[in-house]
Each structure stands twice: as structure tokens, then as C-alpha cells.
């Protein structure tokens, strides 16, 4: 497989790091002028269908590029539809209809894991009619469907990058988001660090409402800048170190794709998640895989010291002090002691009614949409929440124990292939796309992430490559 990583930073890539910022910037004009979200949401809908019907991989690298640089897929919205919706309804519609035209087999059937892929999704419409028969509120249920319904685009997908000669295009998207979302996560740190901008301004409540971010002022002048992009990042970091560390690439590769790692680091230190910083010390850990007992003994530490530098650099450039790494050891004790950080405090709260919403139906679970009381820290008043923030149980409440082991039979049947060589890819590759899932795997203890439609991109890329 060709990386297509030696000359990345081409003329093509500046344009298409052009059109993420003009993404952006429409986005935010549409957030105040209807007109223009309405005009765009039609055009790049118009186009999809061209697309869809004339050029049908052109209308895959459309989605691919929304999906990456739309963030949580809200950019452009249409009568509460967002174009992300839109988009993927288009594409899936036209892809099963070209099927049913020419009489084409469905290829993915051909693959073993498509066995574990039909069980999963039967146990997920389950859950969907456990919600619905339990009352939950409708919006609630479609929606967690909506997310699990991500889990179809591995249909298209696994046949269009059947032909390597696309795997170029989505190095090069991946690449255009990394560095893209790389510069938003640092520009915003450095904006409100500034007070060039204030929480509940204009722009604060299109970072909120729109590209579903957060801003978080945790003291002394540093802000913790949160995007959905970076959920996909975690993983690819891990794939990124696996191909740095390994002994396939050449020398102007890996200056490009150590480029693209710092990037991911930065914005995955601003953003200053504890599952995410859980999840890379798991992959660091599993990266031994791969590698001599010398080599990864060297490349962890290195790894370790060059994340506590760039968090150290971080923090003096933003609050003018020398104390980072104790502000850091801080972040990282809320995990053993978690009363002492408001969302941590709320985490814990959670659990308790959580646990005890599981044991009243363990194997079969409530269904999908389903909410948890607690005490809300903040107020001492009971809340409701249909995002507990415990990823595993999140799932063993909503598809019950049987759907979650179903789940787990699928995912190490897919993290297996990729270890045992059945991918398409050089050992280096696979094993960092196995273990950037596992990342995302111990990431998700404290939060929704495998269940993300980003997370589940990220697995339906796996499956694709198999």
C-alpha cells in the first residue's frame, strides 16, 4: 500500500484546508443569517444527488470530507435535518438502488465478520423496539438509532476502498482535518485565554450549538477546548506512532506523519480528557506489539516527555506560569479521587442509579433511549441525563448484557483480523488501527465514544480494509 504521505503538503492539500476553514465560515454566517445555512444545506444536497447518480465514488469523498470536517455533522441544517443526515441517507439510498439496478452482489456479505456485523444489528433494532415499548421519549430512541445507523455505511464503504486507488484521498481528508481541527482547537484556546472572545457570546453559541464544542475556563487563564473531531484523532495518533516507530515508511514520510502526530497531541492536551488520556496510555502500552523491548522502552518515554512538554508549553503560553506539570498531575488524580472535579463528582453520582436501572433488567435492558437520575452537584436537585458518561454501561443498560456481548464478540473479531495479517495493510498499519481502536475501547469507560458515529466510523473503516 502506497501512504501517498511523501509529498502531503502539496498545492491540492492547501486548497482543501481552504474549503474546511470556508466550511466553517459559512457555517457561522448560516448560524446568523438563515438564508445563507438554507442555500448551502440545498446546493451540497443538489450535488450530492449528481453525484450519487454520475459519479458515485466523487459523492463518497463529499461524505467523507463532511464527516471530517463538519465535526458533529451540524453545520448546515435544513427543518431540524442536518446535512450530514441528508447526506448519508442520499448516498446509502443510491447505493442500494445502483444494487438493485444492475443486479450486483453485496460484497460485504463476503466477509466473515459480516456474520458478527448482522447479529450486532439485530440486537440493535431490539433495543430500538425495547425503547419504544418501554415509553421512552421518541426523539431520545431515534436519535441513539441514528448514531448506531453509521454501522450502514460500511456497505459502500467496504466496496469503494476494495480499489487502492482511493486510499490517497482519504489520507489526504484526514490529513486536511488533522491539521484543520489542529489550528481551530489552538486558535480558540488562544481566543479566550486573550478574552478576545467570552463564553455566552455570539461565537461561543455557535462553538456550542453548532460544531458542538466546549469551552471549558479551568483557572488562571486556560481553557479546556473540547471538539467532537477529536474523538477520531485518538485513535489515529495511535496509528500514527505505529507507522512512525515502524520500519516502513521512508524518511519524508515520517517527517509527515510525525507532523500530523504533533498535531493530534496539541489538540488532544487542550481538549484535557481523561479518557483520552487513559486511552493513549493503553495504546502506547500495546504499541509493544510491534516492536523490540529496547526500541519501545525508548519510544514510550520519549513519547511521555514530549506530551508533558507540549502541555507545559501550552499552559506558559496561555497563563504565563511555570506550572503545567502540576496542574496536569492534578487533572490526572480526579481519576482516584473523583469528588474533587465537578464532572467527576457528577460521574460518580450517576453511577449508582445507573447500576441499579442495569440490574432491573441485566440481559435484555431497557432499550435504546433510556435516562438516569441523579443529584446534580451543582444545584442538589435531581436531574435526568440520557448521557450517563460510563461508555460500557451506557451500552449494557441500552442493548442489555446479550447485545453487549455481542458487541464484543464483533469488536475482537475485528481487532484479531487486523493482528493476524487479514487486513490489506503493512504490519505497522494494522497493528496501529487495532490498537487505536483498543484506545478508543479504554477511552470509552468514561464516555460515549465507541458508540459515536465517529467511533463507529472508525470501526466501519477497519471493516473496510479487511
Known sequence: MSLAV????????????????????????????????????????????????????????????????????????????????ALMIIL????????????????????????????????????????????????????????????LLVFPLSEFFRKESYWPWLTRILAVAVIGVSILTLANLFIYSAGLSQVHDNYYWWLRQIAVGKVTDLGSGFYRIVFPAHLWMLPLLLVLLSLVLGRNVSRGERKNLIILAVAISLSLMINFSRG???????????????LSWRRWLIAFILILLVFVVEFNLIYFLTTGKLAGLTFLSGRLGTITQPEEEL????????????????????????G????????????????????????????????????LMVYLAFSGKLIFSYLKGASRF???????????????MVANLTGPFLFHPLGIFYQVLMISFI
Not at 460521574?347 to 431497557?366: A, T, V, W
Request: net charge positive; hydrophobic share 60%; charged share 10%.
Open 6 to 85: 511523501t509529498n502531503l503538503f502539496d498545492r491540492r492539500f492547501w486548497l482543501c484546508l481552504a474549503i474546511f476553514f470556508a466550511f466553517n465560515l459559512i457555517s457561522f454566517l448560516g448560524f446568523h443569517v438563515l438564508i445563507v445555512q438554507v442555500v448551502f444545506f440545498w446546493l451540497l444536497v443538489f450535488l450530492m444527488i449528481c453525484l450519487v447518480i454520475w459519479r458515485f465514488d466523487f459523492a463518497i469523498l463529499l461524505f467523507l470530507g463532511e464527516l471530517l470536517f463538519g465535526q458533529a455533522g451540524h453545520f448546515l441544517e435544513w427543518q431540524n435535518i442536518s446535512l450530514r443526515s
Open 92 to 151: 446509502l439510498i443510491g447505493w442500494l438502488t445502483r444494487k438493485i439496478v444492475k443486479q450486483e452482489k453485496i460484497l460485504f456479505f463476503q466477509q466473515s465478520i459480516s456474520v458478527y456485523w448482522l447479529v450486532l444489528a439485530l440486537m440493535v433494532l431490539l433495543a430500538v423496539g425495547r425503547g419504544f415499548w418501554n415509553n421512552h421519549e421518541s426523539l431520545l430512541v431515534i436519535q441513539d438509532a441514528m448514531a448506531y445507523g453509521f454501522f
Open 276 to 290: 483520552y488520556f487513559l486511552g493513549i496510555l493503553a495504546g502506547l502500552m500495546l504499541l509493544k506489539l510491534n
Open 343 to 366: 464532572s467527576s463528582l457528577t460521574r460518580l453520582r450517576i453511577l449508582p442509579n445507573l447500576l441499579f436501572q442495569i440490574k432491573q433488567n441485566p440481559i435484555f435492558g431497557p
Open 368 to 403: 435504546l433511549g433510556s435516562m438516569v437520575s441523579f443529584l446534580n452537584p451543582l444545584n442538589n436537585l435531581i436531574t435526568k441525563t440520557s448521557n450517563p458518561d460510563w461508555g460500557w454501561l451506557e451500552m449494557w443498560l441500552e442493548l442489555g448484557l446479550l447485545g
Open 426 to 440: 503493512s504490519r505497522d498499519l494494522s497493528v496501529g488501527l487495532a490498537v487505536g481502536f483498543v484506545s478508543l
